[in-house]
């Protein structure tokens, strides 16, 4: 069965930074793309980052595009969130998830998904 869970998350002033895990376990990681949403309260879940899995590919939400990196390490099973320069409209809780397939930043085509780790950036 394939789980993922995130961890990282915390309070950060504005302009810090902060760096998301997330382990993958249960199947072969380097199988899947793996993909970071936020969804903010009130507000309807983002797509920020995904990894292809063959080529290690990148895609980035414009929000995010220039501060946040994406990474992984297939020998450890995990992927990364790099987040710098932090805003408060940052804020959220930060979702990874797993795709056998194409590097995509749609939350409904991606097979697995963590619990989510708090984010929040305010002075």
């Known amino acids: 069965q394939v789980q993922l869970v995130e961890s990282g998350g915390g309070l950060v002033q504005p302009g810090g930074s902060l760096t998301l895990s997330c382990v993958f376990s249960g199947a072969p990681f380097h199988f899947y793309s793996m993909g970071w949403f936020r969804q903010a309260p009130g507000k309807e879940r983002e797509g920020i980052s995904c990894?292809?899995?063959?080529?290690?590919?990148?895609i980035y939400a414009d929000s995010v595009k220039g501060r946040f990196t994406i990474s992984r390490d297939n020998a450890k099973n995990t992927a990364y969130l790099q987040m710098n320069s932090l805003k408060p409209e940052d804020t959220a809780v930060y979702y990874c998830?797993?795709?056998?397939?194409?590097?995509?930043?749609?939350?409904?085509?991606?097979?697995?998904r963590g619990q989510g780790t708090q984010v929040t950036v305010s002075s």
């Open positions: 998830a797993a795709l056998r397939g194409l590097c995509v930043l749609v939350d409904e085509l991606y097979d697995y």
């Open positions: 990894m292809h899995y063959g080529d290690d590919s990148t």
